[in-house]
T-cell receptor, first 110, second 116 residues
């Protein structure tokens, strides 16, 4: 069946380090792909999305490219900040399906 | 203010009691969703609704009941609460076109439920 796999956390980095959080998926058809972020005590909020192959989503310095050939949607940021500490969820949606990864907790040290 | 709200934010109940969690959105979004979030499981879909009077089961529907008589409201009822239903519950809405929930989901702040 369809699925989303994210790298397990927690991920701990120093401020200004480069970030990559891996996300791969299996799906039939042509899903849309999303990254959501959850700050402590809050609900999830959209970080970025891509709706077709080779699309790049970007927001707040984060980027992810929809790679159909590798079925991946890895999240990257060139220089992380302490305020980026949160849980990040990769997700896919398509016809009658909505699947979230288990989340990756990110800690940024000052 | 426009948005999506959940009530109550915190709830403690006892095994066997009926509990209803409320969700209200002001965008007139067609889709609404209920998720539970548990350590080690991430976010799991309980039920969703494509429009008023249309609901469908998600991944973990057992023990839950939903209704959607109005577009803006989507209550979730635990008919007889069990300890395994202790969790954080999130409601979300989406403006996807009928039959295709591809659009961004907007999440409420969550309800933290403890079943003793």
């Amino acid at each position: 069946g369809d699925s989303v796999t994210q790298m397990e956390g927690p991920v701990t980095l120093s401020e200004e380090a480069f970030l990559t959080i891996n996300c791969t998926y299996t799906a039939t058809g042509y899903p849309s792909l999303f990254w959501y972020v959850q700050y402590p005590g809050e609900g999830l909020q959209l970080l970025l999305k891509a709706t077709k192959a080779d699309d790049k989503g970007s927001n707040k310095g984060f980027e992810a490219t929809y790679r159909k050939e590798t079925t991946s949607f890895h999240l990257e940021k060139g220089s992380v900040q302490v305020s980026d500490s949160a849980v990040y969820f990769c997700a896919l949606t398509g016809d009658d399906k909505i699947i979230f990864g288990k989340g990756t907790r990110l800690h940024i040290l000052p | 203010d426009a948005g999506i709200t959940q009530s109550p934010r915190y709830k403690i109940t006892e095994t066997g009691r009926q509990v209803t969690l409320m969700c209200h959105q002001t965008w007139s979004h067609s889709y609404m969703f209920w998720y539970r979030q548990d350590l080690g499981h991430g976010l799991r879909l309980i039920y969703y609704s494509a429009a008023a009077d249309i609901t469908d089961k998600g991944e973990v529907p057992d023990g839950y009941v939903v209704s959607r008589s109005k577009t803006e409201n989507f209550p979730l009822t635990l008919e007889s609460a069990t300890r395994s239903q202790t969790s954080v519950y999130f409601c979300a809405s989406s403006g996807g076109t009928s039959g295709v929930p591809r659009e961004t989901q907007y999440f409420g702040p969550g309800t933290r439920l403890l079943v003793l």
